[in-house]
């Protein structure tokens, strides 16, 4: 009862971002516990991409999106040469290099990476980052529409 009294004690505004971000929630729940789960039992080769279609004009579907949308290692400094040009035979400017093989050889083109747990830290915040806007946006899209009927009301009165 007191949650009641304390949601009620709220202006117009306040409770439309309330209800926006529990919104937001049950719709992330619904789509992890429900949507997904029978999704992947009718279609088991893979999600076709019109299924995503809900998920994605809901927002939520940038949670699973994130890995892609936030760039490797953006918190990172690189740190870790990565070799993505390999070759038995020495090229002008390349570098001695031993394959994934153990095989020796040289590295005609390298490029610098982030640290593997430097990587999946950024990744995590950018995760988190990510589900910290879409719970903000639906926040003011609460709050907008609780406004506009804080208006609406004020106006007739």
């Not at 990565?82 to 070759?87: A, Q």
């Not at 589900?131 to 003011?140: G, Q, S, T």
Request: charged share 10%.
């Amino acid at each position: 009862m007191n949650m009641k009294k304390w949601f009620h004690s709220k202006k117009l505004w306040e409770r439309g971002g309330i209800v926006g971000v529990i919104v937001c929630f049950v719709l992330f729940l619904f789509h992890i516990l429900i949507y997904f789960p029978i999704v992947n039992t009718i279609f088991r080769d893979g999600i076709p991409d019109w299924a995503l279609f809900f998920p994605t004009i809901t927002g939520q579907a940038f949670l699973f999106f994130a890995g892609f949308i936030v760039p490797y290692g953006f918190l990172c400094n690189l740190t870790v040469p990565v070799c993505n040009e390999w070759s038995l035979f020495p090229e002008p400017g390349s570098v001695p290099w031993t394959s994934i093989n153990g095989q020796s050889g040289y590295c005609a083109v390298q490029t610098m990476s982030p640290t593997s747990a430097c990587a999946d830290l950024s990744q995590a915040v950018g995760f988190v980052g990510i589900a910290i806007l879409l719970v903000v946006a639906y926040f003011v899209i609460g709050a907008v529409i609780g406004k506009m009927i804080e208006i609406r009301k004020a106006k007739r009165q």
